[in-house]
Structures are given as C-alpha cells and as structure tokens.
C-alpha cells in the first residue's frame, strides 16, 4: 500500500507540473482575446488543486520505486493526464463536446496520434489549436521523461520509470552514466530540433503561428493541424518538402541524434542499422507507390504522383497522419501498404508509433534463422543487429510482443466490426490508432475526423492509442490480477 501510495506522490508532482503547460496557450488566449481565456483558467485551477490535494495527502511517502511501480505510475501518467487535458475542451466546447470525445482528443494528442473528434478547426480560437499541438509535442518526447530529468531534484529516483517508459526491446541501453543526464540530452536534442523546424517551415511559407503548431506537432509526428484540410490548405511543394525533412528528422531514434550531436559526427547514423532499413524502406515505398499512381493514371505525370506520394507516405509511414489530399480515393492498394508501413517503420526512440523497425528487423532475423535451421539442423546460427549479438531472450521477447501485437489488432477489429463498422473503416480505425498514426480508412480516412464512431468505439480506440504508445506489454501488465498480488 506504502509504494502504491509513493506513486501517487509522484503522479502528484507530474500533474502540478502538467499544469504548468496550460500557462502558454492562457497567455496566447489572454494576447489574442479569442474567447478561450476562462477555458485554460479552470483547466489550470482543476490540475493544480488536484495535484496539490493528492501530494498533501501521499507527502509523507517517499519509499524507493520498483521497477512494478515504474510501470503502474507510467500507466497513471498517460492514462490519468489526458483527463486533465480535456478540461479546457470540455470548457470551451460546452455543451457540444461530451467527456467521451475530449478524453479521446486528449489521449490522441498525448500519445501523438494526432486523429481527431473535432471540426471546422480553421474558425475554432488559435489557443486551441495551439493546446491540441502542444499536447502532441509534450507527448513524444514523453512527459514521464522530463519528469526523470526534474524529479530526482525533488528526491524521487528515475532509473525504473524511464526503463518502462523506454521505447524498444533494448531498454537497458545507457547514453549517459545517470538517467537524469540522459532524459535532460533526448530533450535538449528534442528542443534544437523543434527550434529548427520553426523558423523552417516559416521560411517555407508558413505564417508563425501555423508554423509553431506544425512544429509542435511534426516533431511529436501527431499529426495534429488548425486546419480541416490539414496540408491542402497549405497547397505548397515547399511547405511539403521541409515537413518531409523534419518528419524524417523524428522517425529516427533520439538517442542517434543525442550521440551525433555529442560526437559531433555522422558516423553514429551510418552505423546505425536501424536508420539505413528505415530510410531504405520508405523511400523505396515513396517511388514505388509514385510509379503506381501514375500508371493507375490517378496523376498526369510521375512528378505530380512523386509529390503527393512523397508527402503521404512519409507522413503515415513516419506515423505523422499529415494528408495533403484524400488518399483514402486512391486505389486500395496504395492506401493498405501505407498502414502497413506505419506498423513497424520508425525506430525505436522515435516520437513514432508501431513495433519499430527494430523489432522488425529482428522478427526477419528470427524468421530466416529458422529457415537456415531447417535446412542445417545441426548449424549453431546467431542472431545479430549490425555488430552486436542479440541475446535469445530478447527474440523471444520480441516474438512475443508481435504475437500480442496481431491478436490486440485482431481483438479490436472484431470488437468495432461487431458493433456495427465496415470491416474496413473497423480494420484500419485499430490500425491507425494502435500504431498511434492518426487517420484511417473510409469512415475515419483524412478527409474525415473520428466523430462518426459511438461513444463505445470511440473507447474502444482510444484504449488502442494508450496501448500502442505504451507497446502494449506496459499497460497489459498492470491490467493482469498477478501485478496487483504482494
């Protein structure tokens, strides 16, 4: 009970904290006086009165948290904080917004899914435009790990929060001898990224204010926008290109950029098996579905078709949800291997969703090994990643994690399908939610939003986004009775 009660002290301290967020779309409110200023003031009042009331309570304990604490306080942050986000949603959307839909608009930001309840976002106030991004941008890098860099300062260990926080299988990986040292370079790499990205996509031809809510959300890849055309509206080749670049930039593990910055060298990225299948993969997507447009004819000409494909797939593969037009009219198959690609294309580390790539090429690994064991059995047959050996219970663990992967799809899919969604709309709604992608297919496909779904497939989805951005075994585990026996 002591330990349950010490993760709710520092749920406490992350929500005061969380509370501190809603202080910059309250001052572009009160700058602008768009109408939403009494919106962020009862969603600052709400947090800071409950994360308060729940410290004085929970003060007295401060007893040394467990790796099965790290993972029950990592499922209260993303799962109890969208809660508090919806506060200002609710507020200003009142009555037209129920709880259910705000609670998804929360979590779809904080997990950075970037799909969407709401619309008509051109006329809606740019302060909530800009809380929406900004959920999106505080959710990739992961709020619990600026929490590890500010914590410890507040006598609260980090090192088991950020191991089950951690994307990827290879959690025990150190970039820095101390996790506060670490959590404090991912965001200072998270931070000169976003910097640059602004001024970017301003010079791009962006107004600031578009620019700092796409920054927002392209370095989160949720894709998030303040207009209901998302990229359409911006209908520009140049403004495509530099989100092309900063969606890449993001889709790559952190811990990358953090050692190419310390080293002040390329040479972590060339070694990195990681970015090269990555980069190979969707590039090669990007020309291939180029060249299948525009012999569907769907483009006049393969410049046109490399356009819209270049920023579509990027987009999704990188699981931004970023739509510069309506994919969904394309012919099937290209649409299908997009949401294939946002399964297991970014790296692990990224802001990005799905299984990894590294958990990819690790499963293609495992698959080979049993074809050549097949062939020789007697061959003694290891599995790499670059030069590194891989140990058989990170395989394993791996084989397991895609095997939980396919039944959670196929369990939602059969859920949503059975109350009363196309198999398609059904299929693709889990498989943008879970891979934390944003937009789907027919129904929920871009050039819609996810209002058209029931109050209980609207949870049902908004259960997949907080498993997927927490790789499925984090929450799992907490929902298991055996977590909960002493």
Same mark, same amino acid.
């Not at 799905?354 to 090429?361: D, E, T, Y």
């Not at 029931?454 to 049902?460: E, P």
């Not at 908004?462 to 929902?479: K, N």
């Not at 009775?481 to 002493?486: D, E, G, L, T």
């Given at each position: 009970?002591?330990?349950? %009660?010490?993760?709710?002290?520092?749920?406490?301290?992350?929500?005061?904290?969380?509370?501190?967020?809603?202080? %910059?779309?309250?001052?572009?409110?009160?700058i602008?006086?768009?109408?939403?200023?009494h919106? @962020?003031?009862?969603?600052?009042i709400?947090?800071?009165?409950?994360?308060?009331?729940?410290w004085?309570?929970?003060?007295?304990?401060?007893?040394?948290?467990?790796?099965? $604490?790290?993972?029950?306080?990592?499922?209260?942050?993303?799962?109890?904080?969208?809660?508090?986000?919806?506060?200002p949603?609710?507020?200003?959307?009142w009555?037209?917004?129920?709880f259910?839909?705000?609670?998804?608009?929360?979590?779809?930001?904080?997990?950075?899914t970037?799909?969407?309840?709401?619309?008509?976002?051109?006329a809606?106030?740019? #302060?909530?435009?800009?809380?929406?991004?900004?959920?999106?941008?505080?959710?990739?890098?992961?709020?619990?790990?600026?929490?590890?860099a500010?914590?410890?300062l507040?006598?609260?260990?980090?090192?088991?929060?950020?191991?089950?926080e951690?994307?990827?299988?290879?959690?025990?990986?150190?970039?820095?001898?101390?996790m506060?040292?670490?959590?404090k370079?991912?965001?200072?790499?998270?931070?000169?990224?976003?910097?640059?990205?602004?001024?970017?996509?301003?010079?791009?031809?962006?107004?600031?204010?578009?620019?700092?809510?796409?920054?927002?959300t +392209?370095?989160?890849l949720?894709?998030?926008? #303040?207009?209901?055309?998302?990229?359409?509206?911006?209908?520009?080749?140049?403004?495509?290109?530099?989100?092309?670049?900063?969606?890449?930039?993001?889709?790559?593990?952190?811990?990358t950029?953090?050692?190419?910055?310390?080293?002040?060298? *390329?040479?972590? @990225?060339?070694?990195?098996?990681?970015?090269r299948?990555?980069?190979?993969?969707? @590039?090669?997507? /990007?020309?291939?579905?180029?060249?299948?447009?525009?012999?569907?004819? +769907?483009?006049?000409?393969?410049?046109?078709?490399?356009?819209?494909?270049? *920023?579509? +797939? /990027?987009?999704?593969? &990188?699981?931004?949800?970023?739509?510069?037009? $309506?994919?969904?009219?394309?012919?099937?198959?290209?649409?299908?291997?997009?949401?294939?690609l946002c399964?297991?294309?970014?790296?692990?580390?990224?802001?990005?969703g799905?299984?990894?790539?590294?958990?990819?090429?690790l %499963? @293609?690994?495992?698959v080979?090994?049993?074809?050549?064991?097949?062939?020789?059995?007697?061959a003694?047959?290891?599995?790499?990643?670059?030069?590194?050996?891989?140990?058989?219970?990170?395989?394993?663990?791996?084989?397991?994690?895609?095997?939980?992967?396919?039944?959670s799809?196929? #369990?939602?899919?059969?859920?949503?399908?059975?109350?009363?969604? $196309?198999?398609?709309?059904?299929? #693709?709604?889990?498989?943008?939610?879970?891979?934390?992608?944003?937009?789907?297919?027919?129904q /929920?496909?871009?050039?819609? &939003?996810?209002?058209?779904l029931? $109050?209980?497939?609207?949870?049902?989805c908004?259960?997949?986004?907080?498993?997927?951005?927490?790789?499925?075994? &984090?929450?799992?585990?907490?929902?298991t009775?055996?977590?909960?026996?002493?």
């Open positions: 009970m002591s330990n349950a %009660l010490s993760v709710l002290r520092v749920f406490a301290l992350i929500l005061l904290i969380f509370s501190g967020t809603m202080l %910059l779309p309250l001052a572009v409110a009160w602008n006086q768009d109408g939403a200023q919106a @962020y003031d009862d969603g600052i709400v947090s800071l009165a409950s994360g308060a009331l729940l004085f309570a929970t003060r007295r304990h401060r007893e040394e948290l467990k790796v099965r $604490d790290g993972f029950l306080l990592v499922v209260l942050v993303w799962a109890g904080l969208p809660a508090f986000a919806t506060v949603l609710l507020v200003y959307f009555p037209r917004l129920s259910t839909d705000a609670y998804f608009e929360a979590v779809s930001g904080l997990t950075t970037g799909a969407t309840v709401l619309e008509g976002l051109d809606l106030p740019y #302060s909530i435009n800009l809380w929406r991004a900004e959920l999106v941008w505080l959710g990739g890098m992961g709020l619990i790990v600026l929490a590890v500010i914590l410890p507040l006598g609260v260990g980090g090192r088991q929060i950020f191991k089950a951690a994307p990827g299988p290879m959690k025990d990986a150190k970039l820095t001898p101390r506060a040292e670490t959590a370079g991912l965001w200072l790499v998270y931070f000169l990224i976003s910097a640059a990205c602004l001024p970017a996509l301003a010079w791009a031809g962006m107004g600031w204010g578009d620019a700092l809510i796409h920054t927002f +392209v370095m989160g949720g894709g998030f926008s #303040s207009h209901d055309a998302s990229f359409g509206f911006f209908d520009s080749a140049t403004v495509e290109a530099v989100t092309i670049f900063f969606m890449t930039l993001a889709g790559m593990n952190f811990a950029h953090f050692l190419a910055l310390r080293n002040r060298s *390329f040479s972590p @990225y060339r070694f990195e098996p990681e970015v299948w990555f980069l190979f993969v969707m @590039y090669a997507s /990007v020309l291939g579905i180029a060249w299948y447009l525009w012999e569907m004819r +769907v483009y006049p000409d393969f410049w046109t078709a490399l356009r819209y494909s270049a *920023f579509n +797939v /990027v987009s999704i593969a &990188t699981t931004t949800g970023y739509a510069n037009t $309506d994919y969904n009219l394309w012919p099937i198959f290209a649409p299908l291997w997009m949401l294939f399964s297991f294309t970014t790296c692990s580390g990224s802001t990005g799905g299984i990894k790539m590294v958990r990819a090429i %499963l @293609y690994k495992q080979h090994r049993e074809l050549l064991r097949a062939m020789h059995p007697n003694v047959h290891q599995t790499k990643l670059g030069a590194e050996m891989v140990e058989n219970k990170i395989v394993f663990a791996v084989l397991a994690f895609g095997f939980i992967y396919m039944v799809i196929v #369990s939602m899919t059969l859920m949503l399908s059975a109350s009363g969604l $196309d198999i398609v709309t059904a299929f #693709s709604a889990v498989v943008a939610c879970i891979n934390n992608t944003g937009p789907g297919l027919n /929920v496909g871009p050039a819609t &939003t996810f209002a058209v029931s $109050d209980f497939q609207t949870w049902v908004s259960f997949a986004m907080l498993l997927g951005r927490l790789e499925i075994f &984090t929450l799992l585990v907490v929902l009775p055996a977590f909960w026996r002493k």
